[in-house]
């Protein structure tokens, strides 16, 4: 993938127009889409100004490692004068109302009322804000999850949800020490999400809805599931661009493998753990936030999926969670198994479905590198 093509992507997973990242660098269209399409190459400052429009690093703008995804770019964003229309119908008296940045399938803004802060949410997807409050309802005391206050949709289909902030950083935006000392705590979060037992009037097992219920059977059908062609049709994987070669590899793989999967246990799961989705301060885990992938079944699969992305930022955690739960051969080919069905399904995702999610190319090399190193 040229910078051009890397540029271009970069644009459409921020959900911004040619004509909008234009405006705000002070360029024609024409000259952006120059770049886009590799005629000409931007200057470093232009680069740098460009990583700052996308909230990337520049690691993450040149060599196509996106620290974030999601379900899909939001196909209508609101203007503020629109967002500050639809909040203060709810907080007439809000102030101090401030985007936060990292959303792809919402804007999300921090606002003050009396003293208070809260965070509101504007997207397209009425299920996920639904699904948060059914984990704030479930969870909240027990794990560091936001308070759901209300959520709505309009009459034209803009989903929303106001719910309390939780103090605290991002992971991703802490710096090397932080990082390094705040390793204890997420472990520690680890332990508690393995401790909760899922209730046993909610049925199912892989991805749950709003009111708690997930479709696969057993643990094992969901992971299975990724090569069930009347769930994951992989049939028009080589119309949309991308080589089969690498996704009948890890299917095979995971064929071979998935024996080793027996777990018959309810835990609840992230599913999307990484430096975008914990929050800390002072070195305690203050927040879990963005609950649109949880699931029940194997706690490992969490710890799996930190493998899988590999997060530069996270190597020191990456590292205690190593060590601390591949301690045997089988647990070791069960993790391989999760995070070859975490591979395949951000690749059907993303080239069938046609959702944000990391580079493919980074996600095909991810996978043969697992296929290759990891047992």
Known sequence: MNIGEKLKLRRKKTGFTQEQVAEKMHITRQTLSNWEV????????????????????????????????????????????????????????????????????????LFEVKEQRFIFQVGNNLESYKKQSFIDRKFNGILPVREVLEVHQTDDGVAYSISKYIEGDKLFDLNSQQLLDIVPAVLNTLETLESIDVLDDKQGYGYFDSTGNASFPTWLDFVEGVYNNDIYNWDSLEEKGLDSEVVEKAIKELKTHVKSINFSSKNIIHGDLGSFNLLAKDNLITGIIDWTLAMYGDHLYDKANFLFWNEEKLQPLIKEITTKHITNNETKEKIYCYMLRIGLEEIYNTVIRNEVGYDIEWVANRLNKIMDDFL
């Open 38 to 109: 590799g005629k000409y190459f931007p200057d470093i400052d232009s680069i740098i100004t460009l990583s700052q429009i996308y909230n990337l690093s520049l690691d993450e703008l040149l060599l196509g490692k996106i620290y974030f995804k999601g379900e899909s770019v939001m196909t209508k964003k609101l203007s503020f004068k629109e967002t500050m229309s639809l909040l203060k119908t709810h907080y007439p008296d809000a102030i101090n109302v401030k985007e936060l940045n990292g959303g792809l399938v919402s804007q999300t803004y």
